[in-house]
């Protein structure tokens, strides 16, 4: 197996995992993403020999059923997309000119299970956005200091006896991130080794207890990301 035919391999167990539950039948998340995949590489520009410019803005055009599903599950799958967006560009060496947009827009006359795509390169700010992913739940990291275990005071809590009250801690200073171990009883692993402290770079794992922990940064664009927190804020 080549490495593009690997990498195809966990798009598809990336977007299947997250929203298999939700999407029985009928178009499917991973089409999607192998759509924005063609996008990127054939609206790829060889600026140098070792720049390769791409798109950063995608409109997902879909039929009133598809688009209505889709956007049914709001952030966490456009989030989900970004990420897979990024990983293709980064295993291509593909170059971005600002944040990563993906936007759905519903198209009349157009059959369901059928996608366009359109997409342009725009210079804009980027918002990074750091999340972990804890059994298919995305949460954002909000703070500099976000604190994981099974006790009520911690930030994020996980229902899992095999870890501490505060089992590890994630530092997030706007651009870089940092796993700390609280001193739990049954220790941490990142990315398959022992850790007490140590950088933490985008889509390293974080093993405690029984729990599962993937640590990604979205590189978002910053208007999208202040009108999703508007969105957010309205909700509540």
């Known amino acids: 197996m080549g490495l593009l035919d690997s990498f195809e391999r966990g798009l598809e167990r ?12 009928g ?30 803005q995608f409109t997902v055009r879909l039929a009133r059923g598809d688009f ?15 990420a897979l967006v990024q990983q293709h560009a980064a295993a ?3 170059s971005f ?9 519903q ?10 795509v359109a997409s342009v390169g725009a210079q804009g700010s980027i918002a990074w956005t750091p999340i972990v992913d804890i059994a298919g ?23 899992d006896s095999s870890i501490s009250r505060k089992h ?4 997030w200073d706007g651009k870089r991130a940092q796993v700390n171990d609280l001193g739990s009883t049954n220790g941490s692993l990142l990315n398959g080794e022992k850790v007490s402290k140590a950088p933490l770079s985008p889509d390293s794992v974080i093993d405690i207890g029984r729990t599962r922990i993937v640590f990604r940064v979205l590189a978002q664009s910053s208007d999208d990301r202040l009108a999703g927190s508007r969105t957010d804020e309205a909700g509540r």
């Not at 997250?18 to 029985?24: D, L, N, R, W, Y």
């Not at 995949?37 to 060889?46: G, M, P, S």
């Not at 000119?97 to 827009?105: K, L, N, Q, T, V």
């Not at 739940?137 to 994020?156: C, E, L, M, N, Q």
Request: net charge neutral; hydrophobic share 40%.
């Open 97 to 105: 000119a600002g944040g990563i947009s993906i936007r759905f827009e």
């Open 168 to 171: 590890v801690e994630i530092l």
């Open 107 to 116: 198209k009349p006359g157009l059959s369901e299970g059928m996608i366009e």
């Open 92 to 94: 291509q060496g593909y």
């Open 14 to 25: 990336a977007v299947n995992g997250a929203f298999a539950k939700t999407f029985k039948s």
């Open 27 to 56: 178009l499917q998340p991973i089409e999607i993403t192998s759509a924005l995949r063609r996008e990127l590489d054939t609206k790829a520009a060889v600026v140098s020999r070792d720049r390769i410019l791409v798109p950063n």
């Open 68 to 82: 209505e599903r889709m956007t049914g599950l709001g952030a966490p799958l456009t989030d989900e997309l970004t």
């Open 137 to 159: 739940k995305r949460y954002p990291i909000t703070r500099s200091h976000t604190v994981i275990g099974r006790g009520s005071d911690a930030d994020i809590t996980v229902d």
